[in-house]
C-alpha cells in the first residue's frame, strides 16, 4: 500500500477538494464563492439575442444610405382559425336528403349470409361520401342490421347537413347526410345507445 505524503501533486489536490469538507464555515465559504463566480461568469457572457414573436410584424428600419442592402424574405405570421358564434340556422329538412338516407339504409341491410364486403359497399357508394366509404371498408356486414323498422325521419337540419333517425332491428342510427357537389350523401352513422 503506498504511503501518502504531503508532498507532490496528489497531496495538492487532496488538499483543495478536501478543504470544504472539513468544517461547516468552509462549505458555507466553498458555496458562496462558487455562486460569486458563476454570478461573474453571467455578467461576462454576452447576452442572447431576443426571439422575435411570430404573432407581431416585424418592424423593419430604413438602412444608412451607403450600406448594401441585403434582401430578405418576411415571415408570415400563422394562420388564424376563427370559430363561428352562432351555429348555423335551422331550416326545414329536405326531403331529398331524407330519401338517400331511406336508400342508404335499404343497401345498409341487404347483406345476404356470406356476402362479400366489397358487394356490400359497392351498394353503399351511390349514397355515401368518398370519406365515409373509406370508414366503412373496417365494418363487417354481419354486423349491420337485417330490417328496416320505421320511416327515416329528420332530427335536424341545416342548409349543408342534416341528422336523420333510421329505426333498424339491431336499434336506432343517428344518420348525419351532407349535401356535396353529387347531391345529399351519408357522411357518418352512430348506434343510438
Given at each position: 500500500m503506498p504511503i501518502r505524503t504531503h508532498r507532490g501533486r496528489a497531496a495538492v489536490y487532496r488538499r483543495l477538494w478536501g478543504w470544504p469538507l472539513r468544517s461547516p464555515k468552509h462549505l458555507a465559504a466553498a458555496v458562496v464563492a462558487l455562486a460569486a463566480v458563476a454570478t461573474l461568469v453571467g455578467f461576462v457572457l454576452p447576452e442572447p439575442a431576443p426571439s422575435q414573436n411570430l404573432a407581431e410584424p416585424a418592424t423593419t428600419t430604413e438602412p444608412p444610405a451607403h450600406s448594401a442592402v441585403v434582401p430578405t424574405t418576411p415571415t408570415?405570421?400563422?394562420?388564424?382559425?376563427?370559430?363561428?358564434?352562432?351555429?348555423?340556422?335551422?331550416?326545414?329538412?329536405?326531403?331529398?336528403?331524407?330519401?338517400?338516407?331511406?336508400?342508404?339504409?335499404?343497401?345498409?341491410v341487404d347483406h345476404p349470409v356470406g356476402a362479400d364486403r366489397q358487394q356490400w359497399l359497392a351498394k353503399l357508394r351511390p349514397y355515401t361520401t368518398d370519406e365515409f366509404i373509406t370508414e366503412m371498408a373496417s365494418v363487417d356486414p354481419a354486423n349491420a342490421g337485417n330490417v328496416i323498422t320505421g320511416a327515416a325521419t329528420?332530427?335536424?337540419?341545416?342548409?349543408?347537413?342534416?341528422?336523420?333517425?333510421?329505426?333498424?332491428?339491431?336499434?336506432?342510427?343517428?344518420?348525419?347526410?351532407?349535401?356535396?357537389?353529387?347531391?345529399?350523401?351519408?357522411?357518418?352513422?352512430?348506434?343510438?345507445?
Amino acid at each position: 500500500m503506498p504511503i501518502r505524503t504531503h508532498r507532490g501533486r496528489a497531496a495538492v489536490y487532496r488538499r483543495l477538494w478536501g478543504w470544504p469538507l472539513r468544517s461547516p464555515k468552509h462549505l458555507a465559504a466553498a458555496v458562496v464563492a462558487l455562486a460569486a463566480v458563476a454570478t461573474l461568469v453571467g455578467f461576462v457572457l454576452p447576452e442572447p439575442a431576443p426571439s422575435q414573436n411570430l404573432a407581431e410584424p416585424a418592424t423593419t428600419t430604413e438602412p444608412p444610405a451607403h450600406s448594401a442592402v441585403v434582401p430578405t424574405t418576411p415571415t408570415k405570421a400563422p394562420p388564424t382559425i376563427s370559430v363561428p358564434a352562432d351555429p348555423p340556422a335551422q331550416t326545414p329538412p329536405d326531403p331529398a336528403g331524407v330519401a338517400v338516407v331511406e336508400e342508404w339504409g335499404k343497401a345498409w341491410v341487404d347483406h345476404p349470409v356470406g356476402a362479400d364486403r366489397q358487394q356490400w359497399l359497392a351498394k353503399l357508394r351511390p349514397y355515401t361520401t368518398d370519406e365515409f366509404i373509406t370508414e366503412m371498408a373496417s365494418v363487417d356486414p354481419a354486423n349491420a342490421g337485417n330490417v328496416i323498422t320505421g320511416a327515416a325521419t329528420a332530427v335536424s337540419s341545416t342548409g349543408g347537413a342534416m341528422q336523420v333517425r333510421l329505426p333498424t332491428d339491431i336499434g336506432v342510427l343517428q344518420v348525419t347526410v351532407t349535401k356535396t357537389r353529387f347531391g345529399w350523401r351519408v357522411a357518418q352513422y352512430d348506434k343510438e345507445g
